[in-house]
């Protein structure tokens, strides 16, 4: 069975770091695209990131490009989200997906395969 859990969430002040991680079971990790998304209170859920199977592609939401930093190691199956220079509006539930597309970096919820059940974020001001 796929199964995808993300840690690493939690309260931060504004202008604060932090990382997230998403380590999958069930899957051959490298041979999928990996996104992250968030969902904050009465919002759509968002694309944040994407990385694709080798981790030798990368792309962002322009709230976050600059700020985040999605990178993959598949030897320990685990994608991961750097967050720096956090904002309040970076408050949300974050979630890790897989895509077995492999190269395709896709950005709408509906592209990605396997979801996990989200870290919090939340960014004091």
């Known amino acids: 069975q796929v199964q995808l859990v993300e840690s690493g969430g939690g309260l931060v002040q504004t202008g604060g770091s932090l990382m997230l991680s998403c380590t999958a079971s069930g899957l051959t990790f490298s041979s999928y695209a990996m996104g992250w998304f968030r969902q904050a209170p009465g919002k759509r859920r968002e694309f944040v990131a994407s990385?694709?199977?080798?981790?030798?592609?990368?792309l962002y939401a322009d709230p976050v490009e600059g700020r985040f930093t999605i990178s993959r190691d598949n030897a320990r199956n685990t994608v991961y989200l750097q967050m720096s220079s956090l904002k309040p509006e970076d408050t949300a539930v974050y979630y890790c997906a897989a895509d077995d597309s492999r190269d395709i970096l896709w950005v709408q919820v509906e592209q990605y395969e396997y979801w996990g059940q989200g870290t919090q974020v939340t960014v004091s001001s």
């Open positions: 990385i694709n199977y080798s981790g030798g592609r990368e």
